[in-house]
């Protein structure tokens, strides 16, 4: 428009052109100076835990502070929150931020998805007062969020049973690395030995106490995850793999908290191995594992199971996930407990009730096949929870019958 009255200024000779030329140029210029100014005295801060797990919602602020001399309003905040698995949602906020003051806005995220994410960034934008130039600032804060898959409740899983204890009727020897912790003086029972007895305490409070230790586990635990990107069936959060993770993460808790020794092993590009542990701190380790992991792989999962055979030790337990179709895993699986006298239990899952989305009908929950070998069936969209909720009488039960 400038250019045009200039243009009828120059041809017209006209004063009124010239005067609304010289109008809309102080405009322009004016609006130009005032973009160049705004905002720039803003600073930004995003408030958010660092962790979650799926289906938490996640309580975000993020804090504006003007430390410029004048206020800044009609001020658009807009962020994004990538956990859902079909879009980024954007949350946008229209306010005012006074000379030196701070104001804090709030929305709640949805955790929709297990993963690693980035939230942001947060974009502050402004127009000038006249509404010819738009400025726009992107911050970033640091906001990285790690969304744990979600951990369901075990009842029982035979993984859980000690070293120590007799598995399902095998006598099982003591290994090598076994100790007894001090965990304390404690009251003498019948069931204690003489040995025991702290004779100076005994004799001090006028009756037998005794030294309580503890055995610590030898328990060991391999979680076995494939990665291979054509095994995963399914869509969504409803896949073969989806589903093998959940039940990792729930499974290695359970162990853990009875005091077993886990590792979570899977091999794509490279191998991912976390380390046997039995903390709390390793189940959080193995948690940021699986929340990283992705069904991204091409290689087949008997050349990852014969790549990782060398960290499984002998004699000890394997959980693996398999499709029922998969004939060639399995017996390479049953192969390999042979070989390391290993306790195998598998958890099949259903192919074709993943790729026709509908639940498997009469689908077992759980058989066994030997001393050695105990499967969990799993079709899609089935209770997690309802598969390993049985008790572990139930369990010897079943296998007594």
């Known amino acids: 428009m400038s250019a045009f009255c200039l243009f009828l200024s120059w041809y017209t000779q006209s004063r009124l052109a010239y005067f609304i030329c010289a109008l809309l140029f102080s405009i322009l210029i004016v609006s130009y100076i005032l973009f160049r100014l705004q905002i720039n005295n803003i600073e930004c801060l995003?408030?958010?835990?660092?962790?979650?797990?799926?289906?938490?919602?996640?309580?975000?602020?993020?804090?504006?502070?003007?430390?410029?001399?004048?206020?800044?309003?009609?001020?658009?905040?807009?962020?994004?929150?990538?956990t859902d698995i079909s879009s980024s949602t954007k949350h946008v906020f229209v306010g005012m931020v006074g000379k030196g003051a701070v104001?804090?806005?709030?929305?709640?995220?949805?955790?929709?998805?297990?993963?690693?994410?980035?939230?942001?960034?947060?974009?502050?934008?402004?127009?000038?007062?006249?509404?010819?130039?738009?400025k726009e600032r992107r911050f970033y804060p640091p906001s990285k969020l790690i969304v744990f898959p979600r951990v369901f409740k075990v009842g029982f899983f035979p993984l859980g049973l000690r070293s120590s204890m007799p598995r399902y009727g095998r006598m099982v020897s003591r290994r090598s690395g076994e100790y007894e912790e001090f965990q304390g003086i404690r009251e003498y029972v019948k069931e204690d030995g003489l040995r025991k007895i702290h004779w100076p305490l005994s004799a001090k409070h006028e009756k037998l106490m005794v030294r309580h230790f503890?055995?610590?586990?030898?328990?060991?635990?391999?979680?076995?995850?494939?990665?291979?990107?054509?095994?995963?069936?399914?869509?969504?959060?409803?896949?073969?793999?989806?589903?093998?993770?959940?039940?990792?993460?729930?499974?290695?808790?359970?162990?853990?908290?009875?005091?077993?020794?886990?590792q979570l092993l899977a091999y794509g590009d490279e191998?991912?191995?976390?380390?046997?542990?039995?903390?709390?701190?390793?189940?959080t380790r193995i948690l940021e594992t699986l929340a990283e992991l992705e069904p991204e792989s091409q290689l087949d999962f008997p050349a990852?199971?014969?790549?990782?055979?060398?960290?499984?030790?002998?004699?000890?337990?394997?959980?693996?996930?398999?499709?029922?179709?998969?004939?060639?895993?399995?017996?390479?699986?049953?192969?390999?407990?042979?070989?390391?006298?290993?306790?195998?239990?598998?958890?099949?899952?259903?192919?074709?009730?993943?790729?026709?989305?509908?639940?498997a009908k009469e689908v077992l929950k759980i058989s066994y096949e030997?001393?050695?070998?105990?499967?969990?069936?799993?079709?899609?969209?089935?209770?997690?929870?309802?598969?390993?909720?049985?008790?572990?009488?139930?369990?010897?039960?079943?296998?007594?019958?």
């Not at 104001?103 to 010819?132: A, E, H, M, S």
């Open 46 to 82: 995003r408030k958010s835990g660092a962790t979650a797990s799926e289906d938490d919602v996640l309580d975000v602020g993020i804090t504006l502070a003007n430390s410029g001399f004048f206020s800044e309003d009609s001020l658009s905040i807009s962020d994004s929150f990538p």
């Open 103 to 134: 104001v804090n806005f709030n929305y709640k995220g949805y955790c929709q998805k297990r993963g690693v994410y980035t939230l942001g960034p947060v974009i502050v934008g402004k127009n000038d007062f006249f509404g010819l130039f738009r």
């Open 214 to 262: 503890e055995q610590s586990s030898s328990y060991m635990g391999s979680i076995l995850l494939d990665l291979k990107e054509a095994d995963n069936i399914g869509m969504g959060k409803d896949t073969t793999f989806e589903y093998a993770v959940k039940i990792s993460a729930s499974v290695s808790d359970y162990l853990i908290q009875k005091g077993g020794n886990v």
């Open 271 to 283: 191998p991912v191995l976390t380390g046997f542990g039995q903390s709390k701190e390793h189940h």
């Open 304 to 359: 990852a199971l014969t790549r990782l055979e060398p960290i499984i030790p002998p004699s000890s337990s394997l959980l693996v996930f398999l499709l029922d179709n998969d004939t060639n895993s399995q017996n390479m699986v049953r192969s390999l407990a042979a070989k390391k006298d290993l306790f195998v239990i598998e958890v099949i899952m259903s192919s074709s009730s993943f790729v026709d989305l509908a639940p």
């Open 370 to 401: 030997g001393p050695n070998l105990i499967k969990y069936y799993c079709s899609w969209r089935q209770g997690l929870e309802g598969i390993f909720s049985q008790s572990s009488t139930s369990q010897h039960e079943t296998m007594a019958a």
